[in-house]
């Protein structure tokens, strides 16, 4: 098990600091929240020391916290309404570069990043390469109707419940106040469809489908020996 985690690890390691290596001087980044865009983090932290002038904009408050330690400087959306690129992970991602991500709690925040970023970076290890999307979507939604909220994701094929916290009682609050609703989905045929439905919902603020960035995503992909580079040009129609 050491081993696997290990060699995990280094599979984040490698994705993240490969892309920190796209970061150009003067730009200004999106960062994303989770254990490989730390990885970015920390490269990134090594190029400012060396003259790298770069700004971010965190996803989180974890995030937030881990780019103050590393030297990164930061901005926010209001100031800079247009990044150069962002850089986040995923959950899952599939061969048409549709993902599920939020499983961090953050997802309208890196959803808000992605959409303002000319190119959305997503960082990941192998396992998170998978032929259909599946299992536990994230869904952030406004305490006030959240159980009315789930009985209308109920309706939509899943089983949805309150994430619960670790080390605190009660719900998990994202950094915007809400709860987080985790929706369990046996299989996801039309990942579009499904993102569109769950935002009709009233009292949804935003679900961990992204099926939007196709586009201007660069997908790269970690193991303990080398990164995969894949681009729109690679996506499976």
């Not at 998978?130 to 909220?149: D, H, Q, W, Y």
């Not at 419940?161 to 994202?174: C, L, N, Q």
Request: with cysteine; aromatic share 6%; glycine share 10%.
């Amino acid at each position: 098990m050491a081993g696997t985690t290990e060699a995990v690890a280094a599979a984040k390691r490698a994705a993240g600091y490969q892309a920190a290596d796209l970061v150009e001087d003067g730009m200004v980044i999106g960062l994303g929240t989770g254990s490989t865009v730390f990885y970015a983090i920390e490269c990134l932290s090594g190029r400012i020391r060396d003259g790298l002038s770069v700004s971010g904009v965190p996803t989180s408050y974890q995030t937030a916290m881990r780019a103050r330690e590393y030297g990164v400087s930061l901005t926010t959306l209001d100031d800079n309404p247009v990044l150069d690129l962002a850089i986040d992970g995923a959950d899952q991602i599939d061969p048409q570069f549709r993902m599920i991500k939020g499983r961090g709690a953050a997802l309208t925040r890196e959803k808000c990043v992605a959409a303002a970023a000319f190119r959305f970076i997503v960082v990941a290890d192998e396992a998170k390469m998978v032929p259909r999307l599946s299992g536990v979507v994230p869904v952030e939604t406004i305490p006030f109707a959240t159980k009315t909220a789930m009985a209308q994701l109920r309706g939509l094929g899943c089983r949805p419940f309150i994430r619960e916290a670790v080390k605190k009682d009660g719900p998990v609050i994202t950094d915007n106040g809400n709860f987080i609703v985790d929706c369990q989905f046996e299989e996801i045929a039309d990942p579009a469809a499904l993102e569109a439905a769950i935002a009709m919902i009233p009292g949804v603020v935003e679900s961990g489908i992204f099926s939007r960035f196709c586009g201007n995503t660069t997908v790269i992909v970690g193991n303990e020996k080398k990164c995969t580079i894949l681009t729109s040009d690679d996506v499976v129609s």
